[in-house]
């Protein structure tokens, strides 16, 4: 279930290299794109180039870093609240409701996990959370992050991470769902 | 919901693992690509007109720099108006005129003028009346400044006649002031002789005043 990116790459004194970082990490990155949309592989798409892309920007700014795959991984999880709230805006409900593509997000999920009922609930009660809640309680559950990890990875304290997580858990607790971690 | 509580933690794992099976479709792969080779070409062709941009901007730059220090062309000295042999170096020339021949009025100054030949200077600021002589000056009417250019001794002395006596000298500085009643004198710098017909000739050197009649 670990998630967690290690990176292959040990050349913290040189540039890394797009073609080396995108052939090692593109297939875990497109992976928490499923994940953080629901199953779209569309809305995995996005998130993939939206993160390469930005790797490509700050690529020169990378030198130091010694694991690019945690780099990786945070900016997909900042991507992702960010795509997540603008999706979630009353706007682009309204031009998603247009297009219909409302109806295709939700079916994804469902049709990729059509023979486990409980995962494409769970899935779906997870979309229903509000988009920090979302990520957060993914990378607790399912990356095992920290509560210390997670609030470095998101730029956010450590007291709030532990606010948005017993408020997702109630959340769900109010679905039906046994939610503890 | 189900009537049992289910564990939300194993049902998320569960489709997560399922998620995590399928992969990265071919086509998914081929379109991020494909996508990512388009921005990061166009961002490279924006990089590069931004950098053409930014060469035109600094050549226009030096272009400018370099007009603004290259020397403007000098103006042709243009020679100061003669009036009666007098160059008109300062002053209205509305208010200078010259009705004969070495004859220089001036009604209003300030005004300098120079007479080359004899090597005089002269600068004031009222009505002026002077006359160019052979060797000198006559002063008619006025008061004037009268800077006299240093000469040599085998070079005679220059005359300023006035209506009392006669000023000979070789290089001074002196105020004249001549008017119907009489008039006066002041050296400045060096020194000069005056000589009045039938009395004794006077050395006058800075700081002396004749006044005459």
């Not at chain 2, 009604?107 to 080359?116: S, T, Y």
Request: glycine share 6%; proline share 4%.
């Amino acid at each position: 279930m670990d998630v967690t990116i290690q990176s292959s790459m040990e050349e913290p004194a040189t540039e890394p290299s797009f073609e080396a970082c995108y052939d090692a990490h593109h297939a875990k990155i497109f992976h928490l794109g499923l994940r953080y949309g629901g199953g779209n592989s569309a809305w995995a798409e996005d998130l993939t180039h939206d993160v390469f892309l930005t790797f490509v920007e700050k690529k020169h700014e990378l030198h130091t870093l010694d694991d690019v795959g945690a780099w990786l991984y945070r900016v997909a999880s900042n991507l992702a609240i960010s795509r997540l709230r603008r999706e979630g805006s009353f706007w682009r409900r309204l031009t998603l409701a247009r297009f219909a593509e409302v109806e295709a997000t939700g079916a994804s999920a469902a049709s990729l996990l059509e023979d486990q009922e409980s995962a494409s609930n769970a899935m779906a009660a997870l979309r229903k959370l509000p988009p920090k809640e979302q990520i957060v309680l993914s990378m607790k559950i399912l990356d095992e992050k920290s509560q210390k990890d997670i609030a470095a990875s998101l730029s956010m304290s450590e007291g709030y991470v532990s606010k948005l997580i017993r408020r997702g858990l109630e959340r769900l607790s109010s679905q039906g769902w046994e939610a503890s971690l | 919901m189900t009537e049992s509580p289910q564990s939300f933690s194993k049902a998320l794992r569960e489709a997560d693992a399922e998620l995590r099976a399928i992969g990265v479709p071919s086509a998914s792969a081929a379109r991020i690509r494909r996508r990512l080779a388009a921005r990061t070409s166009k961002r490279s062709r924006q990089s590069s007109r931004l950098m053409w941009c930014g060469l035109a901007v600094f050549a226009a730059a030096m272009v400018l720099l370099f007009a603004s220090n290259t020397p403007k062309r000098k103006r042709a000295a243009v020679a100061p108006p003669l009036v009666a042999g007098f160059h008109i170096e300062t002053g209205n020339l509305a208010f200078v005129y010259s009705t004969i021949p070495n004859h220089l009025m001036l009604d209003r100054g300030p005004f300098e003028a120079v007479h080359e030949q004899l090597g005089v200077r002269i600068s004031g600021n009222g009505p002026v009346s002077i006359h160019a002589v052979a060797h000198g000056l006559v002063l008619l009417d006025g008061t004037a400044q009268i800077r006299v250019m240093r000469r040599n001794p085998t070079q005679p002395r220059l005359l300023i006649e006035t209506s009392y006596g006669r000023v000979e000298t070789r290089g001074t500085v002196l105020t004249l002031s001549q008017t119907r009643a009489g008039g006066h004198l002041t050296v400045s710098e060096g020194s000069l002789r005056f000589i009045v017909p039938g009395a004794q000739t006077r050395l006058v050197v800075p700081g002396d005043t004749i006044e005459w009649p």
